[in-house]
Structures are given as structure tokens and as C-alpha cells.
């Protein structure tokens, strides 16, 4: 099947993960595409071909003759998309040679060049955008294409060496669970990496260390005619924590190394409200010094209204791979000398945001990041590049090769 082919197919499964669900996969639709890739990865002629009571579809591709003592290196993606909108129904749209103009999405909406000018690196690229009404899916759907379509070459030019390799596709990524269950030693590779990254050439080791904080406020509602000294407004004590932490410390102020405060969701009432956040920082004193602040606020409003009005809930997600792949710098190296095969500059900088990888390096399976070919991940104007796409396909066959050298 042809990568374009493959793509579309991929994204017409409706795989969106839930944060609220308790259980694993969070949501069964994801099974849907896992079992479908464990079907497709055994019609390639994949062995080994699993799918495990967690959902995670694993497979192997056998080592060349000659090869079998070569280290195992494994390729890993995600099925599920983001819960911030709807992967259901996606239309996709496809724009042959883009001209570098303006994008209509539909009727009403429109990608301008001026809002989002990286567009014009993509002159002469096909690009498949959405509909304007829903995510498109190339987090990560993208990378499960491109790795099946690498396979797919590998196991029909036989006469290109390499290593025996591992093929993964994990469910609820977007919900920080991707590998809470994934088994390692079963999976079995000596290093991998997640196919899970953006723009061309994108190789990443480094990615925030995560926390997740859930204040809970319960107010006093009492008639707002006679609540002098008498009221406690949740939704205003919710507002006035919020105003404590540093606006320009906001993702929307925020680049390169630089952490923040986000606020991702709130709801309430006079009497009882919520507010959650998500802290980053790849620097791992001032992530610390981020929660110690996040407690200090707390504690202040505490003081203000009593112990019992706030309760925080603040748990860490994930942390800084960087000092778990460095030790093994030909890992590293074999993805700037792939890329290089591959005409692909290398553009190594740190992931503002976390991958599977990041927590699979913790848990002894050192995986850095590389590009997909995605853009505007989660919203309505995603888009890829295919043109980068077929470069990420061709990275991966050069990586099999220089790990069998």
C-alpha cells in the first residue's frame, strides 16, 4: 500500500483518548486500529505479531541472514489522538504542489500564510489538511504509516541487511499513559525510537520534565444580598490562584527551553469549583522550584480562607529523557547519519512536550524522538506533508541498515 493510501486509511479510524476514562486503553475505539496494524503487520509477513490485554500491538522483523547478532532496534507510535477535538469523521482534504496561497479549510474557515507562515516552507509539497471541523490525526497516525510502510519495503527487498527490528504501537499517548503497561523486556529492542515528531528533519532527546496539578475549591454560597463576610466564591478563589502564577510564564509566552503554567481546564460554581494545570521545564531545578510555587499559592489561599476551602492534587507525569539517552550516544548518531542518507538536515532541539519515549528511556529502552512530517498537532488546522512523510519512511530503512554495520 502506498504511504498517501495507508495515511488516509489510518485516519479514518476514530481513535480519540479520554483523560476521565479509568480504564486501559482508556477508550475501545483504539483497539480498533491496534488490532487492524496486528492484522496488517501479518499480512506484511511480520512475526511475532501480538496484541497484548493492554491493546499495545507489537511485531518483529526478522534479521537478514548474517545478521542476527546486529543489535535490535525498534520503531514505536501512537494510535490515539488528542482529546482537545474530535478525530471522528475526519476529511481529510489533499493539495497536490501547494502554491504557498492561503488554505480554505471550508466555507467559513480559512489556514492564511500570515497566521501560519511556516506554510511557506511547503511550496511544491503535497499536503493533506482537514476539513476545518476536526483534527486531522497525523499525531500520531503519521508515524504508525511511516513505519508500516517502512516494513512493508524492508520485507519485500530482502536483500537489504539489517537487524532483527521491533515494530510498537501503543494506545493513549495524548493522555500521558502511553506505556504505563508497556512491557519492555517483551518487547525486547536494545534501543528504539518514536516515530512522533514534526517538522523535517526534527530529532529530539530532550523533552520537559511533566506534572499535572487539580485544585479543588469548595465555597460557601450564601444570598449575594446578605454575603458580606459571609461568601467564599469559589470560582473567584479559582481566579484569584490563576492570578497568582506568572502570566509571562504562559505557554503562549514561552519557547525553546523556556517552562510554564497551563491552565487546561476549569469549571465551578459559587460553591464548589476546579481548576487543573499542567507544568513543564526541561531544567529539573527550576520544574522543582515550578511545584514548590504551585504549593506556595495553595498554601497562601489557605491561610486566607482555611485549609478545608483548597485541596491540591499534584502528580508528576513524566521527565527529562536527555540524561537517559545520552549515555548512549550512537543512538544519536545513527539518526543524524540516517537522516543525512536521507537528504535531511538534522534539526536537533528539545521536544516542547513529551513523547512515549520519554518515559521508555526511564524504564531501560533509551528512544529519542524524529520528525513525522505533522504540523498545528490537535486543532483543526493540522496538516502534513507527505513529501516529508516519504523522507521519515526513508530515514527508517537507513537506520535498519547502519545499526547492521
Given at each position: 500500500m502506498e504511504l498517501k493510501d495507508r495515511f488516509l486509511k489510518y485516519v479514518s479510524f476514530d481513535t480519540q483518548s479520554d483523560e476521565n476514562s479509568t480504564t486501559f486503553p482508556s477508550t475501545d475505539k483504539q483497539l480498533v486500529l491496534l488490532n487492524y496494524l496486528a492484522d496488517e503487520m501479518r499480512s506484511l509477513g511480520m512475526v511475532d505479531v501480538t496484541v497484548d490485554k493492554y491493546g499495545y500491538a507489537m511485531g518483529t522483523i526478522p534479521a537478514t541472514k548474517g545478521f542476527e547478532n546486529a543489535p535490535v532496534i525498534g520503531f514505536i507510535s501512537h494510535v490515539d489522538t488528542s482529546p482537545d477535538m474530535s478525530g471522528k469523521d475526519v476529511k481529510p482534504h489533499v493539495i497536490d504542489e501547494y502554491d504557498g496561497s492561503d488554505i480554505q479549510l471550508n466555507g467559513s474557515l480559512t489556514m492564511k500564510v500570515a497566521e501560519f507562515p511556516e506554510l511557506k516552507r511547503f511550496v511544491g509539497h503535497t499536503l493533506i489538511h482537514t476539513d476545518g471541523s476536526t483534527l486531522l490525526g497525523a499525531d500520531d497516525k503519521a508515524g504508525c504509516a511511516e513505519i508500516m510502510t517502512a516494513a512493508e519495503y524492508l520485507l519485500s527487498h530482502p536483500e537489504i541487511e539489517h537487524g532483527k527490528i521491533r515494530i510498537g504501537f501503543t494506545p493513549d499517548e495524548e493522555i500521558g499513559r502511553g506505556v504505563d503497561y508497556?512491557?519492555?523486556?517483551?518487547?525486547?529492542?536494545?534501543?528504539?525510537?518514536?516515530?512522533?515528531?514534526?517538522?523535517?528533519?526534527?530529532?529530539?532527546?530532550?523533552?520537559?520534565?511533566?506534572?499535572?496539578?487539580?485544585?479543588?475549591?469548595?465555597?460557601?454560597?450564601?444570598?449575594?444580598?446578605?454575603?458580606?463576610?459571609?461568601?467564599?466564591?469559589?470560582?473567584?478563589?479559582?481566579?484569584?490562584?490563576?492570578?497568582?502564577?506568572?502570566?509571562?510564564?504562559?505557554?503562549?509566552?514561552?519557547?525553546?527551553?523556556?517552562?510554564?503554567?497551563?491552565?487546561?481546564?476549569?469549571?465551578?460554581?459559587?460553591?464548589?469549583?476546579?481548576?487543573?494545570?499542567?507544568?513543564?521545564?526541561?531544567?529539573?531545578?527550576?520544574?522543582?522550584?515550578?511545584?514548590?510555587?504551585?504549593?506556595?499559592?495553595?498554601?497562601?489561599?489557605?491561610?486566607?480562607?482555611?485549609?478545608?476551602?483548597?485541596?491540591?492534587?499534584?502528580k508528576d507525569q513524566y521527565f527529562n529523557m536527555r540524561k537517559m539517552v545520552e549515555p548512549h550516544p550512537q543512538v544519536i548518531d545513527k539518526a543524524m547519519e540516517a537522516m543525512r542518507l536521507s537528504d535531511v538536515k538534522p534539526i536537533v532541539r528539545p521536544i516542547r512536550g513529551g513523547t512515549d519515549g520519554a518515559r521508555l528511556s526511564f524504564m531501560g529502552l533509551p528512544c529519542p524522538n524524529i520528525f513525522t512530517g505533522g504540523m498545528n498537532f490537535h486543532g483543526k488546522f493540522e496538516y502534513c506533508s507527505l513529501n516529508t512523510m516519504q523522507k521519515a519512511v526513508r530515514v527508517i530503512v537507513n537506520l535498519a541498515q547502519l545499526w547492521a554495520k
Amino acid at each position: 500500500m502506498e504511504l498517501k493510501d495507508r495515511f488516509l486509511k489510518y485516519v479514518s479510524f476514530d481513535t480519540q483518548s479520554d483523560e476521565n476514562s479509568t480504564t486501559f486503553p482508556s477508550t475501545d475505539k483504539q483497539l480498533v486500529l491496534l488490532n487492524y496494524l496486528a492484522d496488517e503487520m501479518r499480512s506484511l509477513g511480520m512475526v511475532d505479531v501480538t496484541v497484548d490485554k493492554y491493546g499495545y500491538a507489537m511485531g518483529t522483523i526478522p534479521a537478514t541472514k548474517g545478521f542476527e547478532n546486529a543489535p535490535v532496534i525498534g520503531f514505536i507510535s501512537h494510535v490515539d489522538t488528542s482529546p482537545d477535538m474530535s478525530g471522528k469523521d475526519v476529511k481529510p482534504h489533499v493539495i497536490d504542489e501547494y502554491d504557498g496561497s492561503d488554505i480554505q479549510l471550508n466555507g467559513s474557515l480559512t489556514m492564511k500564510v500570515a497566521e501560519f507562515p511556516e506554510l511557506k516552507r511547503f511550496v511544491g509539497h503535497t499536503l493533506i489538511h482537514t476539513d476545518g471541523s476536526t483534527l486531522l490525526g497525523a499525531d500520531d497516525k503519521a508515524g504508525c504509516a511511516e513505519i508500516m510502510t517502512a516494513a512493508e519495503y524492508l520485507l519485500s527487498h530482502p536483500e537489504i541487511e539489517h537487524g532483527k527490528i521491533r515494530i510498537g504501537f501503543t494506545p493513549d499517548e495524548e493522555i500521558g499513559r502511553g506505556v504505563d503497561y508497556f512491557d519492555v523486556q517483551a518487547f525486547g529492542a536494545d534501543f528504539a525510537y518514536t516515530m512522533d515528531g514534526g517538522y523535517e528533519g526534527e530529532l529530539e532527546y530532550e523533552n520537559f520534565n511533566a506534572a499535572a496539578a487539580t485544585i479543588e475549591i469548595q465555597g460557601r454560597n450564601v444570598h449575594p444580598g446578605y454575603a458580606k463576610d459571609k461568601m467564599i466564591n469559589a470560582i473567584q478563589v479559582a481566579c484569584e490562584l490563576n492570578s497568582l502564577l506568572p502570566a509571562v510564564q504562559r505557554p503562549e509566552h514561552t519557547e525553546g527551553y523556556e517552562g510554564f503554567y497551563h491552565c487546561v481546564g476549569f469549571n465551578g460554581t459559587v460553591e464548589n469549583a476546579k481548576i487543573s494545570y499542567i507544568i513543564r521545564d526541561h531544567d529539573s531545578e527550576k520544574f522543582e522550584q515550578k511545584k514548590v510555587y504551585m504549593w506556595s499559592c495553595v498554601d497562601l489561599l489557605q491561610k486566607r480562607y482555611g485549609a478545608e476551602v483548597l485541596k491540591l492534587t499534584l502528580k508528576d507525569q513524566y521527565f527529562n529523557m536527555r540524561k537517559m539517552v545520552e549515555p548512549h550516544p550512537q543512538v544519536i548518531d545513527k539518526a543524524m547519519e540516517a537522516m543525512r542518507l536521507s537528504d535531511v538536515k538534522p534539526i536537533v532541539r528539545p521536544i516542547r512536550g513529551g513523547t512515549d519515549g520519554a518515559r521508555l528511556s526511564f524504564m531501560g529502552l533509551p528512544c529519542p524522538n524524529i520528525f513525522t512530517g505533522g504540523m498545528n498537532f490537535h486543532g483543526k488546522f493540522e496538516y502534513c506533508s507527505l513529501n516529508t512523510m516519504q523522507k521519515a519512511v526513508r530515514v527508517i530503512v537507513n537506520l535498519a541498515q547502519l545499526w547492521a554495520k
